[in-house]
């Protein structure tokens, strides 16, 4: 395996379930994010890790729990979703995140979520 | 606040040059990057910007003006593969925020 995979990459749940999304990077980087892309709005930062530690959550509810067991894997939990949180999440990797050297980002294939 | 803005679509001929413009208006400021997205695939790295001027990598150039808040993606000798989705994104401050615009659907017709 290489770059950044996601599984599973389509999820239909209903709103009283728990599912766990997960992410897996092969490119020894630090820093891992969660993004949620939804239709016709921007790329939405999530949640950042730097070295396993969460250093960004940006309001998001509850519902949504990252985990961050080592660098190279990270998991989003979902619990009691709502409808209006279908959407393409993905996964991306970073050599690093803060600092004064900013990296670009990795991508995975993304997790497309639907809550029935 | 945090905003950026695109154009929403753009059309360009095969071996034409396009410009796809990017303002921006954000609390912080460490770089801005470009990435391309093809339609079901994941956002890939195109380039990044943190100081004034212009980048250029092969047929893709990216410039910016701090000062202007305002960025540009030069796409040269366009090809029917370079038909995508192209996000700018800005850094924070402290590198660890990352903003995307809405996104440039750009076509390339024959």
């Known amino acids: 395996e290489t770059g950044v995979t996601q599984t599973p990459r389509h999820l239909v749940m209903g709103m009283t379930n728990k599912k766990s999304l997960k992410c897996e990077q092969h490119l020894g980087h630090n820093a891992m994010y969660w993004y949620k892309q939804s239709a016709k709005k921007p790329l939405e930062l999530m949640f950042v890790?730097?070295?396993?530690?969460?250093?960004e959550n940006n309001s998001v509810p509850s519902r949504f729990s990252p985990e961050c067991p080592n660098s190279s894997h990270l998991f989003l939990h979902l619990h009691t979703l709502q409808p209006e949180d279908s959407a393409l999440y993905l996964c991306?990797?970073?050599?690093?995140?803060?600092?004064?050297?900013?990296?670009?980002?990795?991508f995975g294939p993304g997790t497309r979520l639907t809550v029935t | 606040g945090q905003n950026i803005d695109q154009p929403t679509e753009m059309t360009a001929t095969e071996g034409a040059i396009v410009q796809i413009n990017c303002t921006y208006q954000t609390s912080g400021f460490n770089g801005l990057f470009w990435y391309q997205q093809h339609a079901g695939e994941a956002p890939t790295f195109l380039s990044y910007n943190v100081l004034d001027g212009l980048e250029e990598k092969g047929r893709f150039s990216s410039f910016l003006s701090r000062s202007k808040g305002y960025s540009y993606l030069l796409l040269k000798e366009l090809q029917m593969k370079d038909s995508a989705s192209y996000l700018c994104a800005v850094a924070d401050n402290y590198g660890q925020n990352f903003v995307f615009g809405p996104g440039t659907r750009l076509s390339v017709l024959p």
């Open positions: 890790y730097n070295f396993k530690e969460q250093t």
């Open positions: 991306a990797s970073s050599q690093g995140s803060g600092g004064q050297t900013i990296y670009e980002q990795y």
